[in-house]
Structure formats: structure tokens, C-alpha cells
């Protein structure tokens, strides 16, 4: 009888054992609060958070995904409240976040997609993009969404930067006003702009820049989980566009 309750005990351990090893890994995905449609969205629903939602199948990892304000979640991926963000590359960022490289610089082909900004400005505005330099501001700073880093070349320049608009409705309003110079995500603003009044908004007819953006993980998750984490964004690379 204690040899059975032995064998007993030890099934039920080997069993718990399975299970904990069979369980997935949790990967904790923060996103703005704030629409930026299509590609992300506070329920989940985006596109690229749907991509990212279909690589890690197969992958053991489990991605559990939460909405705070986008300055959240970056101060929530220094401290270890999330393990991964997405966005577009951002050398200031590598000290805590990880990104799909090679031979230092971050592979495209395995992020979660790519957007296209513009340059926007108010009608009869001086402002000019020729593809590398941005002219006639005016002293006026140029606008871009709150942590969002495709300003930074800009910024390099020497351009000014005003990026407390949490959202593109707010940077539209303030370049109706004339306070700022605007690049804005094209998919996102085309159609609000379309929305207002004619003659007061237009975009430069110059693409401004193509960005790809990435499941972006942190140092401390990617240290604990490099094959799990190396698997999810090749199958990025292979899930199609």
C-alpha cells in the first residue's frame, strides 16, 4: 500500500511537471489607448497586433496584450510591467529594447508591417519637404504624436520637435491654428483632414518617409527567452504581408 501511494504521488508530480512545462510563455504587449488605425488598437483588433497575435502561435508563447498611454508603456517596459511594445526602430531605445537585427541594424522583414508618413501643413504655408530637408517653419515647431520616433531625423537637424499630442485629431487641431508643422501617419490623417473645411489642411506631395515597426521585446525577455523570442519574429518574416 505505501508503494502504491508512492507511485501514486509520484504520477501526480510528473504530471504537474508536464503541465507547467507544456505552459506557454506569457508575453505582456502594451499598446496606446490610442487609436492608430488600422495598425493598432486599444481591443486588440489591429493589424498589426492581429500579426503578431498569428506568429506566436506555434511559438509556446502566449501574448496578453493591455491599452495604457503610450508614455505608460515605455516607462511600463523599463520597469518590467511589459515585455514588449510595438513601434518603429529607435537607436535611443536599445539600452532596454530589442529588436530583430543583423550586423546592427534591425531587419524589416521581420516586423510586424510598415506605415507611410507625410508632411502636412496649412494652406499657403511656406512649409516644404524636398525628401532629406524641411524648410519654412517659421520658428514653429514641427508636430508629431506623443512617442512616436519618426521625428528624429528632424530632430538631428536641429528642428525643433512638439510631440505632447497624444493623438492625430490634437496635432491636426493645433496645425489648423497654425502652431505647429505636422508629420502625420497617412492612412490615419488623409481621411480626418478630408473631414474638414476645404482650403485649411493639405499634405506635401513628397512621402516623407516609410517606417517598418516591430514586436519590440525587452532585453530582460529576450535574455530569458532568445529561441522563443528568435522563432516569433521569423515567423514574422514568413507570416506575409
Known amino acids: 500500500m505505501p508503494q502504491l501511494r508512492v507511485l501514486w504521488w509520484a504520477g501526480l508530480l510528473a504530471l504537474q511537471a508536464a503541465s507547467v512545462m507544456a505552459a506557454p510563455v506569457k508575453l505582456r504587449l502594451c499598446v496606446s489607448d490610442q487609436p492608430f488605425a488600422p495598425y493598432t488598437n486599444p481591443d486588440g483588433s489591429g493589424l498589426f497586433q492581429q500579426r503578431a497575435l498569428a506568429a506566436a ?7 496578453e496584450q493591455y491599452a495604457a498611454p503610450r508614455a505608460r ?22 539600452g532596454w529594447l530589442a529588436y530583430p537585427m543583423r550586423d546592427g541594424q534591425p531587419l524589416a522583414e521581420q516586423g510586424v508591417g510598415s506605415i507611410q508618413v507625410m508632411v502636412f501643413r496649412r494652406v499657403g504655408s ?34 525643433p520637435l512638439d510631440d505632447r499630442a497624444m493623438s492625430s485629431e490634437q496635432l491636426i487641431a493645433k496645425l489648423v491654428k497654425g502652431r505647429v508643422g505636422a508629420i502625420l501617419l497617412t492612412d490615419e490623417a488623409l481621411p480626418q483632414v478630408a473631414r474638414l473645411p476645404p482650403g485649411q489642411i493639405e499634405a506635401l506631395p513628397r512621402l516623407y518617409d516609410t517606417l517598418a515597426l516591430y514586436l519590440i521585446v525587452t532585453r530582460d525577455f529576450e535574455q530569458r527567452h532568445a529561441e522563443l523570442v528568435h522563432r516569433l519574429w521569423a515567423n514574422l518574416a514568413v507570416g506575409g504581408r
Open 57 to 63: 502561435k506555434g511559438v509556446d508563447v502566449s501574448i
Open 73 to 94: 508603456c515605455l516607462q511600463d517596459s523599463r520597469q518590467g510591467r511589459a515585455d514588449a511594445l510595438i513601434g518603429v526602430f529607435s537607436p535611443d531605445r536599445l
Open 126 to 159: 511656406p512649409v516644404a519637404w524636398d525628401g532629406a530637408q524641411l524648410t519654412g517653419l517659421g520658428g514653429q515647431p514641427l508636430g508629431l504624436r506623443f512617442g512616436f520616433a519618426y521625428g528624429a531625423r528632424q530632430e538631428r537637424l536641429g528642428v
